[in-house]
């Protein structure tokens, strides 16, 4: 089975300040689209394209939310959901009931269907398994990415970064509910993906389990790290 990752959600307190400055520290040239259809979940947010790959960020507007509750237990901004690519939505559906893992949330179209998993029975963040016809459109990323692909710089997000007490179970478990492998040593833990990669590390600071790094290539950028919405982000170049 083919998995990737396509999207990664970031929570904020105040949505337009860390919008504006990813924006201009990854180098994003396209308006970020707004998702009305997020408002069921008491959010708003902003979808910004890097590359075929997005980065999202949403913030609370409503009271007693479930990311208003994320940002309160993790001590302020941070990772909040990864995205999964899946090219056999069947089977992967029929392997998170078998494994005994809860729905909280499912949406299914004739381009794209999602599927978000429950953070109690998959830890270290809010998975969704999703998938989508044809393979390059996205229709979380709006219009313009709805059934089709369309012209797009190179690059995206390549890797995240889970911290947890125990990074190898956490690992296993996450590759489990993917249908893929993970591999173990020196007290971190990898699953390869198509394109990129996931990592898990121990914890070192005071925010608990959660993820806690992005890897994102920008085309003719500078190699450099930074923190955003309380996620270190490590950008890389690979020619235009």
């Not at 893992?101 to 109690?120: F, M, N």
């Not at 833990?189 to 992005?214: K, S």
Request: charged fraction near 25%; include cysteine; hydrophobic fraction near 40%.
């Amino acid at each position: 089975m083919s998995v990737r990752l396509r999207q990664v959600a970031l929570v904020a307190r105040e949505l337009d300040p860390v919008v504006r400055a990813l924006s201009a520290e990854l180098e994003v040239e396209a308006e970020p689209f707004h998702d009305p259809g997020v408002s069921v979940f008491g959010l708003e947010n902003a979808v910004l394209a890097l590359g075929d790959t997005f980065l999202e960020v949403v913030s609370p507007v409503a009271p007693d939310t479930t990311a208003g509750r994320y940002l309160d237990r993790r001590g302020g901004d941070g990772g909040y959901m990864a995205i999964f690519q899946v090219d056999d939505l069947a089977a992967a559906r029929a392997r998170v009931e078998r494994l005994g893992i809860r729905v909280v949330w499912r949406s299914d179209h004739d381009d794209i269907a999602g599927t978000h998993l429950h953070p109690k029975d998959l830890p270290g963040a809010l998975v969704s398994i999703d998938w989508a016809a044809p393979p390059g459109s996205w229709r979380w990323a709006g219009p313009t990415w709805t059934g089709t692909e369309p012209e797009h710089r190179g690059g995206g997000i390549t890797a995240l970064t889970v911290q947890t007490e125990s990074p190898g179970a956490l690992a296993g478990r996450w590759a489990e509910v993917l249908g893929v492998s993970a591999t173990e040593g020196a007290g971190t833990a990898r699953i390869p993906l198509d394109r990129g990669e996931l990592r898990f590390v121990p914890i070192d600071d005071d925010r608990g389990e959660g993820i806690c790094a992005l890897e994102v290539v920008v085309p003719g950028s500078s190699r450099r790290t930074m923190s955003v919405c309380g996620v270190r982000i490590e950008v890389r170049s690979q020619p235009d």
